[in-house]
């Protein structure tokens, strides 16, 4: 309802996007399948061709794999740009959605502004103290 109009929240994906690889992405899967892809269809289609990417069939060693996964970059698939870092783990721009009216759509990117200087480090508060109520003694047993 109005309560969540104008709310801001990310998703790994969204077959609506603005960005050309997901769209194109999303509008082959709904001329095959009939329906909007997901994240788990996104994500199984990147894995699969960035996989089929880095197989080299004069080394099909595991190590060798690793190493192109690893030195991977520019790689834009469903789910936008991607590559990977120094552990394994896969580097992506979130997608940032909001509600306008009944409809969820990308939200518009904020205009950069200059940020603000920070001249003081952060000051660390002490958690305030909390003890435990007790109950009033009675007489008798409930």
Do not use: N, W
């Amino acid at each position: 309802g109005r309560a969540v109009s104008g709310a801001v929240f990310v998703d790994g994906f969204f077959p609506r996007s603005r960005r050309e690889s997901s769209s194109i992405f999303a509008r082959h899967f709904r001329d095959t399948y009939g329906r909007d892809p997901g994240e788990l269809e996104a994500e199984a289609y990147d894995a699969t061709s960035i996989l089929i990417k880095a197989i080299d069939s004069d080394t099909p060693d595991r190590e060798a794999v690793r190493e192109r996964l690893l030195e991977m970059r520019g790689y834009e698939g469903a789910g936008g740009p991607m590559h990977f870092d120094s552990y394994g783990g896969s580097v992506k721009k979130p997608f940032i959605l909001t509600v306008k009216g009944r409809t969820i759509v990308e939200a518009e990117p904020a205009p950069l502004t200059e940020l603000p200087q920070i001249t003081e480090p952060p000051q660390i508060m002490e958690p305030p103290q909390i003890t435990e109520p007790t109950l009033p003694e009675t007489e008798g047993t409930l």
